[in-house]
């Protein structure tokens, strides 16, 4: 199916734009690029503080921490201080049953189902680093070396319960300017594709329609990604109304 014959295409642009251009949307929105921007100059800062944590850290909290849970139910670090405290609960001491301390820190930050396997998945990435601050660090310079967004993707999925999704959202969160042109075709964006019609599209041809849209409204295929998942029930439901209105 061609891209360029397909009714999808306006239908889509038609009703993300939209809900773009809705001027209580734009209130809610600019509010949530605020959130996105904090989380994303903290990380900053974070990696600059301390950047032989950086890595671990992001496996810990950002993929770990929130994986098979509700987000509302975590105690997600907020601030640089929470970061830093939380550095302190996890890196790695001499002796210590890592896999076992770990579990103990997820369950009482509110992940309970898995906590034991992903203990043993965050102690495998120190086994796997014999240990070594010196090599959690080498992991940050070898990553911040890596010129393309699936190449940095690949990277972050070579660690133990981080899969495809994680590998984009992690650096997705970080407003990483690799990932500018990226568009995450999760399971919400690729709902919004079908139901106008495009069932039948791959993963890469959803992602260049998202392209299309983004480069209408003058956006990055970044925001887009992000406003499409933040308003996701309400694209949906516009576009379920423009069909049923013919």
């Known amino acids: 199916m061609g891209l360029d014959n397909i ?7 038609k009703s993300i734009q939209t809900l773009y251009e809705d001027h209580s949307i734009q209130i809610n929105w600019k509010a949530r690029k605020r959130e996105l921007k904090k989380l994303a100059d903290i990380l900053q800062k974070l990696e600059a503080q301390i ?10 909290c950002s993929a770990l921490l929130t994986q098979r849970v509700s987000l509302k139910t975590i105690n997600f670090p907020k601030s640089l201080q929470d970061w830093v405290e939380v550095w302190k609960q996890i890196k790695p001491k001499e002796k210590e049953n890592l896999s076992e301390s770990f579990s103990c820190w997820l369950k009482s930050r509110g992940n309970h189902r898995f906590a034991n396997k992903f203990g043993d998945y965050y102690s495998n990435y120190w086994k796997s680093r014999n240990w070594s601050l010196k090599n959690s ?9 890596i010129s393309t967004a699936e190449d940095v993707k690949k990277w972050w999925m ?3 319960g981080i899969g495809a999704q994680y590998g984009k959202n992690i650096p997705m969160d970080e407003m990483d300017q690799r990932f500018l042109n ?6 919400r964006l ?3 594709v079908d139901a106008s019609g495009g069932q039948k599209l791959n993963s890469a ?3 260049e329609l998202y392209k299309f849209v983004a480069r209408r409204l003058k956006i990055t295929a970044w925001e887009i990604d992000r406003f499409c998942f933040s308003f996701y029930k309400e694209i949906i439901a516009n576009i ?5 209105n013919g």
């Open 137 to 145: 660090l080498k992991d940050l310079n070898e990553l911040r070396s």
């Open 7 to 13: 009714p999808v295409k306006e239908l889509l642009l």
């Open 51 to 60: 950047p032989e944590g950086y890595i671990p850290l992001r496996i810990a």
């Open 158 to 160: 070579q660690f133990d």
């Open 182 to 187: 990226y568009v995450k075709i999760d399971h």
């Open 240 to 244: 379920s109304s423009r069909k049923n």
């Open 190 to 192: 690729s709902n919004i």
């Open 205 to 207: 041809e959803k992602q």
